[in-house]
C-alpha cells in the first residue's frame, strides 16, 4: 500500500479509523470519468478487506451497452474480475449493488423487471464459483429510490434492498416516498 498526500483519493485505512463498515467499489463514475479498471477494483476490494471493510462491489452497463444488448457482457465482466481473482472467503465478504448506469441521474428506472433480470444473472454468476454462498450474497439495486419507486423492485426475489445515492440527503422525503 502506498501512503502519503494522495489529493481526492482515501486510503481504505483511513475509512477504517473514521469507523466506515462499507465502501463503494467499481462505482460507475469512477469508472467512466477516472477510467478505474476491473484490475484496480479488485486491488480496492483486496485493501478494504484487508482493513476490515466490506466491499459493496458496483457493476453496471451505460446506455449505449445495454441498446447493444451487452448488458450480461459487461455485467459478467465486472463481476469476474472479482469471481476470477479472489479466493472464496474473501468472496463471501461482498455486497454487490447493480447500478443501471443508464438510468442514474436521467429521469429513467429499470423495470422491476429488468432489474429482477440482472440481479438473477449476477447470483447464477455467483453460484457458478461458490455455489453453497450464492444464496447468501447480497445484491442491491442503485437507483430507484431517487425516483421513489422502489417498492415494487425491492419486491423482486433477487433484488435483496437498495443502494440509497441522492435521496438519502433528504431524509424527511425519503422517508415519506418509501
Given at each position: 500500500?502506498r501512503?502519503?498526500?494522495?489529493t481526492?483519493e482515501?486510503?481504505?485505512?483511513?475509512?477504517?479509523d473514521f469507523?466506515?463498515h462499507y465502501?463503494l467499489?467499481?462505482?460507475?463514475e469512477r469508472r467512466?470519468?477516472l477510467?478505474?479498471?476491473?484490475?484496480?477494483?479488485?486491488?480496492?476490494i483486496?485493501q478494504?478487506l484487508?482493513?476490515?471493510?466490506t466491499?459493496v462491489?458496483?457493476?453496471?452497463?451505460?446506455?449505449?451497452?445495454?441498446?447493444r444488448?451487452?448488458t450480461?457482457l459487461?455485467?459478467?465482466?465486472q463481476?469476474?474480475?472479482?469471481?476470477?481473482?479472489?479466493?472464496?472467503?474473501?468472496?463471501?465478504?461482498l455486497?454487490?449493488?447493480?447500478?443501471?448506469?443508464?438510468?442514474?441521474?436521467?429521469?429513467?428506472?429499470?423495470?422491476?423487471?429488468?432489474a429482477?433480470?440482472v440481479?438473477?444473472f449476477?447470483?447464477?454468476q455467483?453460484?457458478?464459483r461458490?455455489?453453497?454462498?450464492?444464496?447468501?450474497?447480497?445484491v442491491?439495486?442503485?437507483?430507484?429510490?431517487e425516483s421513489?419507486?422502489?417498492r415494487?423492485?425491492?419486491?423482486?426475489?433477487?433484488?435483496?434492498?437498495?443502494l440509497?445515492g441522492?435521496?438519502?440527503?433528504?431524509?424527511?422525503?425519503f422517508?415519506?416516498?418509501?
Amino acid at each position: 500500500m502506498r501512503r502519503g498526500a494522495y489529493t481526492g483519493e482515501v486510503a481504505a485505512a483511513m475509512l477504517a479509523d473514521f469507523g466506515c463498515h462499507y465502501v463503494l467499489v467499481g462505482h460507475s463514475e469512477r469508472r467512466t470519468l477516472l477510467g478505474e479498471m476491473d484490475d484496480q477494483v479488485v486491488a480496492k476490494i483486496r485493501q478494504a478487506l484487508a482493513c476490515g471493510i466490506t466491499p459493496v462491489l458496483c457493476v453496471g452497463e451505460t446506455l449505449a451497452e445495454r441498446e447493444r444488448d451487452a448488458t450480461k457482457l459487461v455485467v459478467a465482466r465486472q463481476l469476474h474480475a472479482a469471481l476470477d481473482h479472489l479466493e472464496p472467503v474473501q468472496l463471501q465478504q461482498l455486497v454487490v449493488a447493480y447500478e443501471p448506469v443508464w438510468a442514474i441521474g436521467t429521469g429513467k428506472t429499470a423495470t422491476p423487471e429488468q432489474a429482477q433480470a440482472v440481479h438473477a444473472f449476477i447470483r447464477q454468476q455467483w453460484a457458478e464459483r461458490l455455489p453453497t454462498h450464492a444464496g447468501e450474497l447480497r445484491v442491491l439495486l442503485r437507483g430507484q429510490c431517487e425516483s421513489g419507486s422502489c417498492r415494487p423492485s425491492f419486491a423482486q426475489p433477487d433484488v435483496d434492498g437498495g443502494l440509497v445515492g441522492g435521496a438519502a440527503l433528504d431524509p424527511e422525503q425519503f422517508l415519506r416516498h418509501h
